[in-house]
């Protein structure tokens, strides 16, 4: 069992080491090879002791030195065939088709030796990136002094733009007013006369006019189902702010009603029994799949149909966002209906939560600004003498330890005054976002010089052997 993981390449790699290993154990193993080559040193001193003795030395002399002088430009006569990785990998798929690790390749020793070359390197990385020097240090408590204090501001600016308040009913109309109700019939005038004159009537003009189904209630407590009576907008899909542009189109296309639970039944505009007009949700339920194929189908039969729709619900959304009920948080009651329940009953809506998300948007981008002025300054003190990715690594971290001191003191702030409205979600964001970034550009870069260093360090044992190799 290997200390280490490998990837598939990793297990190639492994194998041509093992298949060099072999081939120069064989080598250096190898007897006969031994003897000949003792034989042949042996023939050549003889030779050059008789060359001596009948008085050739000064020619052995000349000889040598010219040869010693050729030692660089000497080529092989006979150079080894090189072949490509592929070819070796397709040579050594039967006898090494075993996936070697490094513990069959090298002893602990030299497994040891190696990774202490390898924390030499990373500790060689770190002492280049640290935060030790007194510049880097000054950019980091300036980073950090101007991130806490947004933070420790935000509390109380935030709050002068209503930050986490909800509204007041009493400043909004109700949902039967006359003046949103004549807005609506108007612009639906408008959007008829616009398209009749070009295009025959059709179903598309009922869908204008007509009760969106996701605003009928009656029935439901027939089927057991809570619609929170004035609340029932927070209990259908039709009603929320991103999911409805989905399912409150395809409702009206339909006629269907979706509850938060995504449960979904047909709508009877008409009474079975009486054949009089009567809005009411039936014990009908309808599979999302069939709705959305239904919806399809009404597409394809009236170009038109589509387009009345997504008006139909456009409108429909802007005569309910500013109402005394408003328009529920969007998603929140798909997945937490309590604690949507319970803002909504408080009066925070669509619109609260519209106008403090800007407030929060606001305040990453103050968080961001920071950090880019904090990067250019500290860039600007960079000499050549280093290199750029280096020092840009300790510029990140300057920027990761900052917003993560600013991050830590705006959450304590909130758990001690125990205060939501406290909590700068703005720069909890930037925080996030640099964590993924920057560790990722650091990881990046200690890659890079790890990699670097070591193809170094073998490109020198490399040359010793193509020295060697060159002047045999």
Not at 68 to 89: M, S
Not at 122 to 144: E, G, H, M, P, V
Not at 317 to 343: Q, R
Not at 431 to 454: A, D, P, Q
Request: glycine content about 4%; aromatic content about 10%.
């Amino acid at each position: 069992m290997s200390q280490f993981r490998y990837s598939k390449d990793e297990y190639d790699i492994n194998r041509i080491l093992k298949l060099n290993q072999d081939i120069s154990n064989e080598i250096s193993n190898d007897y006969e090879l031994h003897e000949q080559r003792n034989d042949a040193d042996a023939n050549i001193e003889s030779t050059k002791s008789l060359l001596i003795k009948l008085g050739k030395k000064k020619d052995i002399d000349r000889i040598s030195t010219e040869i010693d002088n050729k030692k660089g430009n000497r080529k092989l006569n006979y150079r080894p065939i090189i072949q490509d990785w592929e070819t070796i990998l397709s040579d050594t798929a039967g006898e090494y088709s075993k996936k070697f690790v490094l513990e069959d390749i090298m002893s602990n020793t030299e497994i040891n030796e190696s990774m202490y070359e390898y924390n030499a390197i990373n500790a060689q990385f770190s002492a280049k990136t640290s935060i030790i020097n007194k510049r880097d240090l000054s950019f980091l408590a300036i980073a950090t002094a101007l991130q806490v204090l947004k933070t420790l501001l935000f509390p109380y600016v935030s709050k002068k733009f209503g930050y986490g308040d909800s509204f007041n009913p009493d400043d909004r109309l109700a949902h039967n007013d006359k003046s949103i109700e004549a807005e609506h019939r108007n612009a639906n005038d408008r959007f008829k006369d616009h398209f009749q004159e070009r295009y025959k009537p059709g179903y598309w003009i009922n869908m204008l006019y007509q009760t969106p189904p996701y605003d009928i209630t009656s029935g439901s407590k027939d089927l057991g189902i809570n619609m929170g009576g004035k609340a029932h907008r927070m209990y259908t899909l039709g009603h929320d702010p991103i999911l409805g542009w989905l399912f409150g189109t395809a409702n009206i296309l339909t006629d269907c009603i979706t509850f938060n639970s995504f449960a979904n039944h047909r709508v009877s505009r008409v009474d079975p029994l009486t054949a009089k007009k009567k809005m009411l949700i039936t014990a009908e339920q309808v599979p999302l799949t069939m709705m959305f194929k239904e919806s399809y189908d009404m597409c394809r039969a009236d170009k038109l149909n589509l387009p009345a729709a997504v008006f139909a619900q456009a409108l429909h959304y802007k005569s309910d966002i500013f109402t005394k009920m408003g328009l529920p948080v969007p998603l929140l009651s798909s997945f937490n209906e309590s604690f949507a329940s319970k803002l909504y009953d408080d009066h925070y809506d669509a619109l609260c939560l519209a106008r403090d998300m800007k407030i929060i948007g606001a305040s990453f981008i103050i968080s961001k600004v920071i950090d880019i002025i904090i990067t250019l300054t500290h860039g600007l003190f960079n000499n050549d003498n280093e290199p750029k990715d280096l020092y840009e690594v300790r510029t990140r971290k300057i920027l990761l330890i900052s917003n993560s001191i600013a991050s830590s003191s705006t959450i304590i702030n909130a758990l001690i005054t125990k205060n939501l409205c406290n909590l700068d979600i703005g720069i909890v964001f930037n925080t996030i976002s640099g964590l993924f970034s920057n560790i990722r550009f650091i990881y990046k870069i200690k890659e890079e010089f790890v990699m670097s260093e070591i193809s170094d360090r073998l490109q020198k044992e490399i040359d010793e052997l193509d020295y060697l190799f060159n002047n045999i």
